[in-house]
């Protein structure tokens, strides 16, 4: 079964400091989004990204965040310059089509900023 | 607000009893609804979604129900396995919405052999 895959699985960063996460998303899908899940708490959305651009983005993406796909099969988080409450899990999914089809989720990647 | 929130934080069944874990959703504009099932260390999992212009649906051992005057989502496990132990999320898609799914804050299942 096709899965959305994520690397790296554990990412240690200094506060500061740039860091990307990377996504290879289902490959016939055409909407990617990525989520983070703070320990504990609900996972939130971030944003969703369609046909090169982004479709929807929530408050907390913020101008140290980015997405890109720079080529057709990576699917990429940046944070410019890293802070101790950027400390989360980040998810990545994707799906077929946007609003009423289900969205497959990676197994994430735990980013710890010192 | 807008908020999606389960009324069980925790679960704990009987293996081959049926589970029900619930959850409440405020956004009458919300119009496709999810429930995943994260395991530890994993990402959330899709189980079966549900459209507004549905109030019930059937999977492989799992049944969602929806009932929009009051704003409920309900997922029914039955014969609950041990492999069902995880944490059981719903989420909502507002319509007209890009695909953001709000997420409730999720039921732990707990299942004894």
């Known amino acids: 079964e096709p899965e959305v895959t994520q690397t790296p699985s554990h990412q240690v960063t200094q506060m500061g400091q740039e860091v990307i996460l990377r996504c290879v998303p289902i490959?016939?899908?055409?909407?990617f989004y990525w989520y983070r899940q703070i320990l504990g708490q609900k996972v939130e959305f971030l944003v969703s990204?369609?046909?090169?651009?982004?479709?929807?983005k929530s408050e907390i993406f913020d101008d140290q965040f980015s997405v890109e796909r720079p080529d057709g099969s990576n699917f990429t988080l940046k944070i410019r310059s890293t802070k101790l409450e950027d400390s989360a899990m980040y998810f990545c999914?994707?799906?077929?089509?946007?609003?009423?089809?289900?969205?497959?989720f990676g197994d994430g990647t735990r980013l710890s900023i010192l | 607000g807008e908020s999606v929130g389960l009324h069980l934080p925790t679960l704990s069944v009987q293996e081959g009893d049926n589970s029900i874990i619930n959850c409440a959703y405020s956004?009458?504009?919300?119009?496709?609804f999810i429930w995943y099932k994260q395991e530890s260390g994993k990402g959330p999992q899709f189980i079966i979604d549900?459209?507004?212009?549905?109030d019930k649906r059937q999977g492989q051992r799992v049944t969602v129900l929806l009932n929009k005057t009051v704003k409920h989502l309900s997922l029914q496990i039955a014969a609950t396995q041990p492999g069902d132990s995880a944490v059981y999320f719903c989420?909502?898609?507002?319509?007209?919405?890009?695909?953001?799914?709000?997420f409730g804050k999720g039921t732990k299942l707990s299942v004894k052999p």
């Open positions: 999914a994707s799906s077929s089509q946007s609003g009423n089809q289900p969205q497959h």
């Open positions: 490959s016939n899908h055409l909407y």
């Open positions: 990204f369609y046909n090169n651009e982004i479709s929807e």
């Open positions: 956004n009458s504009a919300s119009d496709y």
């Open positions: 549900i459209r507004s212009n549905m």
């Open positions: 989420a909502e898609n507002i319509g007209g919405s890009q695909g953001n799914l709000i």
